[in-house]
């Protein structure tokens, strides 16, 4: 009985070293592309389409064909209010984590401070992810990097 218990001891304590150990690691980490040295972005196609449909018929109105955005959405309207940013990564929708995307779109923006609509009630949760992860889809692979380092893990 007390051989059992050591054992289990021992499992556990050599679990618990291994847990930052790079074995363990690498199965946590994202893969990295040999060529470019930037994480290698693993996005489900279909949701990267179901995704796009809901831009298109929702969002592309004012954000635009491809996320591009309003050309000169860095300067404010005669109401002090910003015009809707480009989301395909040349402005800052990567400079948030996936929890303060899904508020945005869900929330929307105080309507004292702009004019993003909220989005909660007219689409479900999961169709709210589906068009974050095309907006991911979007970005250019160094901005994913970035951002995947930043919100995601270390790496
Ligand atoms: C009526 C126009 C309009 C529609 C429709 C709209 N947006 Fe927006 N959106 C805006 C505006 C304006 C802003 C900037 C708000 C601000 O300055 O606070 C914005 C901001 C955002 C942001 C934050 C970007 C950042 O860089 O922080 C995201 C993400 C976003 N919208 C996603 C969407 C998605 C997804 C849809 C469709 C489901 C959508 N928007 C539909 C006008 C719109």
């Excluded at 196609?45 to 050309?71: D, F, K, L, V």
């Excluded at 860095?74 to 984590?97: E, I, M, V």
């Excluded at 479900?124 to 979007?138: C, F, G, P």
Aim: aromatic share 10%; net charge negative; glycine share 10%.
């Amino acid at each position: 009985m007390t051989r059992f218990f050591f054992l289990i001891l021992g499992i556990i304590l050599f679990l618990t070293a291994c847990k930052d150990s790079a074995i363990v690691g690498a199965f946590l980490q994202p893969a990295i592309n040999p060529k470019t040295g930037l994480i290698e972005r693993k996005l489900d196609q279909a949701q990267i389409e179901r995704g796009e449909r809901i831009y298109t018929s929702h969002c592309e109105g004012c954000h635009g064909a491809n996320g591009a955005g309003t050309p000169d959405w860095r300067k404010p309207n005669a109401d002090g209010k910003y015009p809707p940013p480009p989301l395909d990564g040349t402005a800052h929708a990567w400079h948030h984590s996936t929890e303060v995307l899904k508020k945005t779109i869900l929330k929307g923006t105080p309507p004292e401070m702009g004019s993003m609509p909220a989005w909660e009630g007219k689409l479900t949760e999961q169709q709210v992810d589906d068009v974050i992860v095309w907006i991911k889809s979007l970005w250019p692979d160094e901005i994913y990097d970035v951002w995947f380092k930043n919100f995601e893990g270390k790496s």
